[in-house]
């Protein structure tokens, strides 16, 4: 999985806006406040809560 550095450095929890944190064998951006996992699919993060896994 590769998301540009730039891309990463702006993304935020969409819930509480804390950091995220990649999960490279998952392929996802993990958030630890909230406990919420968002999948990136294609290269493109899908940051939508509803469609969130939780943690």
């Avoid at 064998?25 to 940051?47: D, I, T």
């Amino acid at each position: 999985m590769f998301l540009d550095p730039a891309l990463l450095e702006i993304l935020v929890c969409p819930q509480c806006r804390d950091t995220l944190f990649v999960d490279e064998e998952a392929s996802e951006l993990v958030c630890q406040a909230c406990g919420l996992a968002y999948a990136v699919r294609g290269g493109v993060p899908v940051m939508l809560v509803d469609e969130a896994r939780t943690l």
